[in-house]
């Protein structure tokens, strides 16, 4: 079966990773620093590597319950709402991380959301297993 709907948006989020990959990349290059976060400490460079890996804590397990859900037979609707949803919220994320204000609008809105994007999906996918299990 084909999942049209998670490979556009896993493709997205592909391209999104790499963005914020290069972004920590450039960045230590820039400052000569291979792990860590230099002495003293790179301010900017941390956020950057923070930013992608907050992004690959959390998307892959969003992607990975979102595929489950369209191979069983989740509106298109549904699907299209949510990755577009996951888009916003971590564009969100990735703006508004900042290490002097963990209460930027963006951060609250990006870690919530995806949060409750994650929780309304496996709640969804939990649904779903159990109704097929009793059929």
């Not at 084909?2 to 790499?18: C, E, G, K, V």
């Amino acid at each position: 079966m084909q999942m049209p709907i998670t490979l556009m948006y896993a493709s997205i989020m592909a391209i999104f990773a790499l963005v914020l990959s290069s972004k920590a990349g450039i960045a230590r290059g820039k400052s000569g620093v291979s792990v860590l976060y230099g002495d003293p400490a790179d301010i900017e460079l941390a956020e950057k590597v923070r930013r992608h890996q907050n992004f690959l804590e959390y998307v892959p397990m969003f992607l990975i319950v979102f595929g489950a859900i369209e191979l069983a037979g989740a509106s298109s609707m549904f699907l299209y709402v949510m990755g577009d949803l996951l888009i916003i919220s971590r564009i969100a994320h990735a703006i508004g991380l900042k290490h002097d204000n963990i209460g930027h609008p963006g951060r609250l809105i990006g870690a919530g959301g995806t949060a409750l994007l994650t929780l309304v999906l496996a709640v969804y996918g939990l649904w779903l297993s159990v109704d097929a299990l009793f059929l």
